[in-house]
């Protein structure tokens, strides 16, 4: 049987209007885009393609609660040192490619959307003390969707059913009812809810956050910057007595054992010294926050 996937067109009927500025986030997440066919085995993973489309949904979901920032050289600049960390991570290339914006909101927090689509808020920006802290912030994002963690839990049976239209052996041009195109956008509107739901108020768990973090780590060493800017980071959180017992951040390791684990995995690592030239770079760039 061959299954027909008007995935790219469902997506647009469910996806929110959109303002995004991330280089050509705007252009990639809101665009119209023609119908494409494209076909797959019931019983398959969620591809790549897939998985992209799904997080222009919630990306759209991310920036109706968050206002994202249009600052061009601010977004340029985030997506340049996000880039240069994806670049050393087990996934260079997505399907959509990655891509960086910031959004306006005083929570201090990141969110990591299926395929790519990656967010810091202004709050977490201000609490940055240099490029490579950013570095590290990003390299857990990253770690995120190179691990999949917002969309492996996807159950199997449901995923089955989205997107997907039976048809015949030798009738493959069978035109889609507005029933099931009704019936498929509603799937897909449920499936983008509840990974927005992940990505945006329940967070993960002490396992994925713990891979995110070493895994992150790496990525940002690899790309050149210094791992000490992850320990200074936490050691500034323990001190300021930031507190996750509720919303996102409560499924997290505390942040004693995240500081831990980081300084335990430092010395396996080809790390940089955190680079004043960088420092500056950033702090001229945060002045642009506001």
Not at 249 to 268: D, G, N, T, Y
Request: net charge positive.
């Amino acid at each position: 049987m061959r299954r027909v996937l008007y995935l790219v067109y469902i997506s647009l009927l469910v996806s929110l209007p959109l303002r995004l500025l991330a280089i050509d986030l705007e252009n990639i997440v809101s665009s119209a885009v023609t119908a494409v066919k494209m076909t797959a085995e019931a019983s398959k993973d969620i591809s790549a393609a897939e998985e992209y489309y799904i997080g222009r949904g919630v990306a759209a979901n991310v920036i109706s609660r968050y206002p994202l920032v249009k600052n061009p050289s601010l977004t340029q600049y985030v997506n340049k040192v996000g880039l240069a960390v994806a670049a050393m991570s087990k996934a260079p290339v997505t399907y959509g490619g990655y891509h960086f914006g910031v959004i306006s909101s005083t929570v201090e927090n990141a969110y990591a959307c299926p395929g790519g689509f990656i967010f810091i808020t202004t709050g977490l920006l201000k609490k940055l003390k240099s490029e490579d802290e950013l570095a590290m912030i990003l390299g857990h994002e990253i770690a995120h969707v190179v691990n999949r963690d917002s969309v492996k839990s996807l159950q199997a049976a449901k995923w089955r059913n989205l997107g997907y239209f039976v048809v015949g052996e030798a009738t493959s041009h069978i035109p889609i009812s507005n029933a099931n195109v009704s019936e498929l956008v509603g799937v897909l509107k449920d499936t983008i809810m509840d990974v927005s739901r992940r990505v945006i108020d329940a967070g993960y768990s002490q396992s994925d956050e713990k891979k995110a973090d070493l895994d992150g780590l790496n990525y940002a060493a690899a790309a050149g910057y210094s791992s000490q800017a992850a320990v200074d980071f936490f050691k500034r959180q323990i001190e300021s007595g930031a507190s996750y017992s509720s919303g996102p951040f409560s499924s997290h390791p505390s942040m004693k054992s995240r500081l831990q684990a980081v300084e335990k995995a430092i010395p396996k690592l080809a790390s940089a010294s955190i680079s004043p030239e960088r420092t500056s770079r950033f702090k001229s760039i945060l002045a642009l926050v506001r």
